[in-house]
Structure formats: structure tokens, C-alpha cells
């Protein structure tokens, strides 16, 4: 099979209910994306929202209100549990409770862990959650955690010349 013959096309959701797409991660059987409400000139607070959408279908499977109004950013996926940035800390909410949770229920992290970063976006790869922070005017650092049994360590630097990333322009 090529790649072609694996992808999906899908309506990224709640595009018209005026929630904004941040994060995107993948698990075994889901797409998972994060997203903040924004809408324009309204003072208007709601719950951010995590979507799963079937790999098979391309439909949203289940839709939760996280447990925070705040600009959700990146996500991440390990076997079992879903990582969300928000703010300068991680969110874990198992995926199992996503999936058992009745549709646009609130659902409350499992864990939150403080990071050394503002959390833009977020990574996890062979048991390592790696975040990063975006700031255009300078550079910035990911850092690499391992999360076990519910204590994060590590928050070491990654990349080239010291875990600095610098701007790349597309």
C-alpha cells in the first residue's frame, strides 16, 4: 500500500460552531484533535474540545469538553492516554475515558503536569512526550519528559546545539 491508499479526508469539526484547531495526534484506531473557542468580538467563554475521528470512517466517533476555557494547543498519543498542552503544563486523560464518555461530556484531566515551557505543541515517541513552545521573535527549546505511573521527569533539551530550534519558513 503507499501512503495515498491510508489517508483519510475529513472535515476537521466544530469549525462552524467557531472552536479553533490546534492539535492533531494519531492512535491506533483514531485521529485526535484539540480545540479552543474563538469567536470574534464575542467576550463568550466555552470549554475547550477534544475530538476522536475513525481512521475508517473519517467521522467524529466522540466529542468532550475538556476541563478548561484556556487556548488548548498541541496533543499527543501513547498506547493509553492522550496529552494535552495547555498553558505551561500537560493534561493526560486516558483514552478509554474518551472513548466511554457519553458525547460532549466534560471530561476532566486524569493528571496535569508542569513542564518547563509554554506548551505550543507536543510529541510522544518510544515512551517520550516531547513539547515545545512557539515564539516567533525567539528561539525556542523542546523539552523531553518520560511520564511513568503518574510523575513526569526529565524535561531534558532535544534537537541539534542543545535542544534550540529556530524558524523555519515554509
Do not use: M, W
Request: hydrophobic content about 30%; some cysteine; proline content about 1%.
Amino acid at each position: 500500500k503507499t501512503i495515498k491508499d491510508n489517508l483519510h479526508n475529513f472535515v476537521l469539526p466544530g469549525l462552524g460552531q467557531d472552536f479553533v484547531p490546534q492539535g492533531f495526534a494519531e492512535t491506533s484506531d483514531s485521529f485526535v484533535v484539540t480545540a479552543y473557542y474563538n469567536k470574534y468580538g464575542s467576550s463568550t467563554t466555552k470549554n475547550s474540545k477534544l475530538y476522536l475521528i475513525s481512521k475508517s470512517t473519517g467521522k467524529v466517533t466522540r466529542a468532550v469538553a475538556l476541563d478548561t476555557t484556556g487556548h488548548v494547543g498541541g496533543v499527543a498519543a501513547s498506547s493509553s492516554s492522550v496529552y494535552v498542552c495547555v498553558g505551561s503544563a500537560v493534561g493526560e486523560i486516558a483514552i478509554s475515558t474518551i472513548k466511554n464518555a457519553k458525547d460532549e461530556a466534560k471530561v476532566a484531566f486524569k493528571k496535569k503536569y508542569s513542564t518547563l515551557t509554554t506548551c505550543s505543541f507536543a510529541s510522544y515517541y518510544k515512551d517520550r512526550l516531547y513539547v515545545g513552545s512557539f515564539d516567533e521573535t525567539s528561539k525556542q527549546t523542546v523539552h523531553s519528559y518520560t511520564i511513568k505511573n503518574g510523575t513526569i521527569s526529565g524535561g531534558n533539551n532535544t534537537g541539534n546545539g542543545g535542544g534550540i530550534c529556530t524558524k523555519i519558513q515554509v
